[in-house]
């Protein structure tokens, strides 16, 4: 299931990529998401290359959600990315692989089960493989989620 996120329905204000937009939408998925090791591929921001991120196409781990959360709130506002959720006993088949913002939809990575793409400071796609967790993030929003395929 895919989902765009866009006009008013993360923080009240139009949806464009801030870091504290994308840590709000990684708070608001269900606990237990939270046994997953976050990665980032072709990070970009409004102020450079974030420093924990070394930057290119190849996955970088973040950590924990929380970790993300974090990380996202330092960062004014992503012009690109591609984040993604594996579960903890996957992590070693990770390294190495690689992401692109504009690249294979829905899912960058096998064994990712969420992923999350900020465009270009005007959306977000969020890509779920378990249906109850998409319609869970489409309640969190209010309806202003719709499906890809209207990008």
């Known amino acids: 299931m895919q989902l765009l996120i866009r006009g008013h329905s993360i923080t009240g204000e139009q949806v464009n990529c801030t870091g504290e937009q994308l ?10 998401n939270n046994d997953v090791i976050w990665w980032a591929a072709d990070v970009d921001t409004t102020t450079g290359v974030p420093h924990w991120y070394p930057g290119g196409f190849t996955y970088t781990e973040i950590g924990g959600t929380d970790t993300l959360i974090d990380v996202s709130r330092s960062i004014q506002q992503y012009l690109s990315g591609v984040f993604i ?10 390294p190495g692989t690689e992401g692109d913002t504009e690249g294979a939809v829905p899912f960058t990575s096998e064994y990712s089960i969420i992923e999350v793409r900020a465009f270009d400071t005007t959306y977000f796609l969020v890509a779920v493989r378990d249906l109850e967790l998409g319609k869970h993030i489409q309640q969190q929003f209010d309806g202003e989620i719709t499906t890809s395929d209207e990008q």
Do not use: C, F, T
Not at 23 to 32: E, F, M, Q, T, W
Not at 85 to 94: D, E, F, G, N
């Open 23 to 32: 840590a709000r939408l990684i708070a608001a998925l269900p606990p237990d």
């Open 85 to 94: 959720a594996v579960p903890k006993k996957y992590r070693h088949l990770i």
